[in-house]
């Protein structure tokens, strides 16, 4: 059996926490991940994981040899690469979760450019506006809107979202636009459940910075529903500028307190310790780095 395959395998399994994750990664099955760790246990005479039904544990010896083995793909993908006269090209399955609204409006054509220039890696996308856990998912890295509260995750900025407060004109013509950050007490209010309940409110206006609770009479857990819910003329919501700038453009949605603006939120790339990145994984991130526009 391959030796560089079962240290690939090696890897991937404690990078991803299962064996069904890594042989998604690897494109092959869970049995021949589980032969190549088995064949890899026997070469170095000391188990790598310790298996029980419900949790797959690295051994205190796989912690020591990981570095190592990380090394040495990576040292082959080089050798490699200077044997074809080229840099190394990534190639694999990546697995990468995305905010759900991001990745349905934004995120497909810039999927698209990076894969016609890589044609030797695949993508497994996840959309879903819930936090994934990336280890236990086997998802290699992830883009998070907003402040990160797991520090066990490195992360790379790649730009900041911007956010409008905004009602429909069916809305509006039912109620007075508020004037004041504090009338929105006098509205129905239309809330992101992952940010809880009461929810604050913030915005930023020529005396300074406003932080408004919000009692929101509908919470929903996904931005294209609140969008949709705004159009339906329910309330009002704090929608990403890209599901806002089309609507403001056909009249269907109105920005509400136009004095005050609504604070921008970091868009990270998050990614799991320990050890370096795959190579398709860093060449994703400098991609994205590079695409300002994913943002809208």
């Known amino acids: 059996m391959d030796r560089l395959d079962c240290l690939e395998a090696f890897v991937h399994v404690l990078e991803s926490g299962s064996f069904s994750a890594a042989a998604k990664r690897l494109g092959t099955t ?44 990576e040292t082959f993908d080089r050798a490699r690469a200077i044997a ?86 069916a809305y509006l013509h039912q109620r007075p636009m508020p004037q004041d950050p504090g009338e929105l007490a006098e509205h129905v209010c239309i809330g992101y459940s992952r940010f809880g309940s009461p929810t604050e409110w913030v915005f930023e206006g020529e005396y300074g910075r406003h932080v408004v609770k919000v009692e929101c009479r509908i919470r929903l857990n996904d931005a294209d529903t609140l969008q949709t819910a705004v159009l339906e003329g329910m309330g009002i919501a704090i929608l990403p500028n890209w599901l806002v700038q089309p609507k403001l453009a056909s009249g269907e949605l109105e920005i509400v307190l136009p004095d005050h603006t609504v604070p921008s939120l970091p868009l990270n790339a998050v990614y799991p310790e320990p050890g370096p990145l795959s190579i398709r994984a860093r060449r994703f991130l400098d991609f994205l780095a590079e695409r300002k526009g994913l943002l809208g």
């Open 84 to 169: 074809r006269n080229a840099r190394p090209e990534p190639t694999g399955t990546l697995v990468a979760s995305v905010p759900a609204s991001l990745g349905r409006h934004l995120f497909m054509p810039v999927a698209s450019e990076f894969l016609r220039l890589y044609p030797e890696v695949s993508l497994d996308l996840r959309l879903s506006e819930r936090q994934v856990n990336l280890v236990e998912e086997g998802v290699e890295l992830a883009l998070r809107i907003g402040a990160l509260t797991d520090n066990s995750l490195r992360k790379r900025t790649l730009g900041r979202v911007r956010r409008h407060a905004v009602a429909s004109p």
């Open 30 to 73: 869970q049995p021949t991940v589980s032969k190549r760790i088995a064949a890899l246990e026997q070469t170095f005479g000391t188990p790598l994981f310790l298996r029980t039904t419900r949790r797959l544990s690295p051994t205190e010896e796989a912690g020591r040899i990981y570095d190592q083995a990380r090394g040495i793909l």
